[in-house]
């Protein structure tokens, strides 16, 4: 199992960017799919979590309105669409397994910098 996270990098504030996570050794359907963030000095957090095998999606206060989370069932990859971004999103993001599912897969993380 593989989950390929990438399209981190470095924005400016108010920028937009956006993830990818592809997943191999299982189909988007087999398991809750979301995104995790982990900020310098601070605790990781869930950033978003597609709630029970269907689109309905949970997202951190902080993102609401601003991270979109979406998924293509044919090419197995879960996105993270990322807009107004701020220097607090600032943090290595994790494509995981989540909910129900919480803790049984985690891919490598790739960096956020929101910076000017």
């Known amino acids: 199992v593989l989950l390929q996270a990438s399209g981190g990098g470095l924005v400016q504030p108010g920028g937009s960017l956006r993830l990818s996570c592809e997943v191999w050794g299982f189909t988007l359907d087999d398991y809750v799919l979301g995104w995790f963030r982990q900020a310098p000095g601070k605790e990781r957090e869930g950033v978003s979590c597609?709630?029970?095998?269907?689109?309905?999606?949970y997202y951190e206060d902080s993102v609401k309105g601003r991270f979109l989370m979406s998924r293509d069932n044919y090419v197995n990859t879960v996105y993270l669409q990322m807009n107004n971004l701020k220097p607090e999103d600032t943090a290595v993001y994790y494509c995981a397994t989540c909910g129900i599912d919480y803790g049984t897969y985690w891919g490598q993380g790739t960096q956020v910098t929101v910076s000017s």
């Open positions: 597609f709630k029970n095998h269907d689109d309905n999606t």
